[in-house]
């Protein structure tokens, strides 16, 4: 009987090796897939790529990845039976993988060496996955990334270009380039670029702004000096919030003459980091981690579309503009005022978006460490949960001087209106458990 005892003890501490080594290797995946992420944020910085622009990148890689597990693993849907726009292209057909994970990172940074102006930099990652796979492998899965480009290249992306150039509106009401560099507004014409899920840009439209009235009595007065006043108090945790969650890839120091971007990551990358910290908190396999990122990813894409349909729609004045104006010639935001139109506020409405998605994946009260900044010489930030990581997204453009609390909340709105929608279409369809 002792002998049976010992045998079975034995067996049971065999599988728990198995099973560590198991989950081990199913962390290590996950980490290889958030690495390479982070690999394409780092390009996107490099390029100094716009908000709008990073997050159509981030939706059509994570997009390739997951596309591809999707008909490798039959349970999971493809993405496109719930976009409005219908693919037009035949993937090529599908073959057995002798190696899913490295074809899923392949997948993933050959898109993104196709989609980003400074792609080549992901060569290396890229032939050192090519390694580790057949040469028909390789073939299948640039032929399915092909058909997945030409799909987002389909969206009106590249005709960009060729549409009439923004004029600034004449008027006290509406936006001007600001100091340092007074740029010329970012991507005004991002509305026309098609929606994945939403059925138009102004789908989800929010309330006009408040009325533009320098009548110290009116609303608009009102919100000018709530940013005045909340930036004079020089709060030291409102500062490090503001800057924490600044993410203005067009931030520029000037020393004289000279001007110097300081390369900073996009709100959505921001987003991005923190969806790749939770995975590897949670444990994720590579399959979860693929879909968290790319659901993500796709609101992202949306939200931004939703948000500057509305930015160049009321074209409202920032406030460093008003201020300066009016009431004091010397005033400065504590963040640099990001060059376009105030109404509504981007980072509430892709904060609010992903704190949606976030939650439904992990729960309402997923606690985590935010590090996402920290190379960019800032603390990290620890939060209860993805709402409350948000909430704090929103309201630092308040503390930071750039926004109107208005535009903020109608941001929130329009974000979490998105993310429902989204929602609703993708739920009954994947396993969040």
């Not at 067996?11 to 690999?39: E, H, M, P, T």
């Not at 790319?294 to 509305?310: K, S, V």
């Not at 010489?377 to 409350?388: D, E, I, N, P, V």
Request: glycine share 4%.
């Amino acid at each position: 009987m002792n002998k049976k005892i010992k045998t079975s003890g034995l067996f049971l501490c065999f599988i728990a090796v198995l099973f560590s080594f198991s989950v081990n290797g199913q962390r290590s995946q996950a980490k290889a897939y958030v690495d390479d992420l982070k690999k394409i944020t780092d390009i996107m910085v490099y390029d100094v790529t716009s908000p709008v622009a990073a997050a159509r990148y981030y939706a059509y890689t994570t997009l390739a990845s997951y596309e591809l597990l999707a008909l490798r693993d039959k349970r999971r849907p493809s993405f496109f039976d719930f976009f409005q726009r219908s693919s037009s292209n035949t993937f090529p057909k599908p073959i057995k993988l002798k190696n899913p994970v490295a074809s899923y990172r392949y997948a993933l940074l050959f898109s993104a060496s196709s989609l980003l102006p400074s792609g080549k930099k992901l060569q290396g990652r890229i032939e050192s996955l090519k390694s580790l796979l057949t040469s028909q492998e390789v073939r299948y899965i640039e032929d399915f990334v092909t058909t997945i480009v030409a799909y987002a290249n389909q969206d009106g992306f590249q005709q960009l270009n060729n549409l009439k150039r923004y004029t600034p509106r004449r008027g006290a009401a509406f936006w001007q380039p600001t100091k340092p560099a007074y740029m010329a507004p970012i991507e005004p014409n991002w509305n026309t670029l098609s929606p994945l899920f939403l059925n138009s840009a102004d789908q989800f439209l929010t309330k006009p702004p408040i009325k533009y009235d320098l009548n110290p009595k009116s609303e608009f007065y009102k919100l000018l000096l709530e940013v005045k006043e909340i930036t004079d108090q020089n709060n030291k945790e409102y500062n490090e919030i503001a800057a924490f969650w600044d993410c203005n890839p067009y931030a520029i120091s000037q020393i004289g003459h000279l001007e110097f971007g300081l390369k900073k990551i996009s709100p959505g990358g921001h987003w991005m980091g923190i969806a790749g910290i939770a995975t590897l908190k949670a444990g994720f396999g590579i399959d979860k981690t693929i879909f968290t990122h790319t659901l993500l990813a796709l609101t992202l894409h949306d939200a931004f579309i939703a948000c500057w349909d509305e930015k160049y729609r009321s074209d409202r004045v920032r406030p460093e503009t008003v201020i300066n104006r009016v009431l004091d010639k010397t005033w400065s935001p504590l963040l640099q005022t990001p060059p376009f139109p105030e109404y509504v506020s981007g980072h509430s409405v892709v904060s609010s978006a992903s704190a949606e998605i976030l939650t439904l994946i992990f729960g309402p009260k997923f606690r985590f460490r935010d590090t996402t900044e920290k190379e960019f010489g800032l603390k990290t930030r620890s939060y209860k949960s993805f709402q409350q990581a948000a909430e704090e997204a929103c309201i630092s453009r308040l503390y930071g001087g750039i926004h109107y609390m208005d535009a903020i909340d109608q941001g929130v709105w329009q974000g979490k209106k998105v993310a429902s929608f989204i929602i609703d279409k993708t739920k009954p369809y994947f396993p969040y458990q």
